[in-house]
């Protein structure tokens, strides 16, 4: 599948199949693609809980707007982005200077991120965010190049899914991304109206 295929499969359905399960095997194999996106300085402050289980995926839909495809998806993706990813012994911060810095860059690794993060709260919410789309729509292309159908929501109640699923307050929560095959019968209708190249370009 070249990626302008991909570009084009890729949709957000709202009717999954129940009966067709996504194997562990290929739900790692996407996020492991997904996995090589871009970050800032490498910091990949993004986390993933996976919702399989039938009564943790209705107990996920009453705090999602009641959307049928959170239960009927076999697999429901809690995208979460870590607002303390720029800070000092953060666990993926530290793995990541182990493995591509030398001890000589450390002060000024942390201390350029926290100028750039930690400034404020709104820096390290951007942080978070910005950093844990990049991964979600990797993710979300890597699933169409295996066949398979995604669907991003933000219709939840955050705090809601916080509690529910003891996230810890450091994570926010950009989206949840329902992962399955499309509900048989079903006809995809044609993408939606997109702007033009003109339209996206500011003067």
């Known amino acids: 599948m070249t990626f302008n295929e991909i570009l084009e499969r ?14 562990d095997e290929l739900l790692r194999e996407i996020i492991a693609d997904a996995a090589k996106s ?7 402050p993004w ?3 996976v919702v399989r289980d039938p009564e943790r995926k209705a107990a996920l839909r009453a705090v999602a707007s009641d959307q049928p495809k959170v239960t009927e998806a076999p697999v429901v993706l809690i995208v979460l982005g870590d607002r303390d990813g720029w800070k000092e012994g ?3 911060l530290e793995k990541h200077f182990r493995n591509n810095l030398v001890p000589e860059q450390r002060d000024w690794f942390l201390g350029t991120t926290a100028a750039l993060y930690g400034n404020s709260p709104e820096a390290g919410q951007a942080f978070a965010n910005k950093n844990a789309g990049l991964f979600a729509m990797s993710f979300m292309y890597a699933a169409s190049a295996r066949g398979l159908h995604t669907h991003p929501m ?8 916080r509690r529910e699923f003891n996230i810890p307050d450091n994570y926010w929560v950009p989206m949840l ?3 399955g095959h499309l509900k048989p019968g079903i006809e995809i209708a ?7 190249v003109d339209e996206i370009i500011l003067d």
């Open 10 to 23: 890729r949709r957000a359905i709202n009717f999954f199949d129940p009966d067709r399960d996504v194997s």
């Open 90 to 92: 953060n666990d993926t």
């Open 190 to 196: 044609p993408k939606a109206w997109r702007q033009s």
């Open 47 to 49: 986390k993933l809980k």
């Open 177 to 179: 991304i329902a992962v």
């Open 38 to 44: 871009p970050s800032s300085f490498n910091l990949q």
């Open 154 to 161: 933000d219709g939840f109640d955050h705090e809601g899914v």
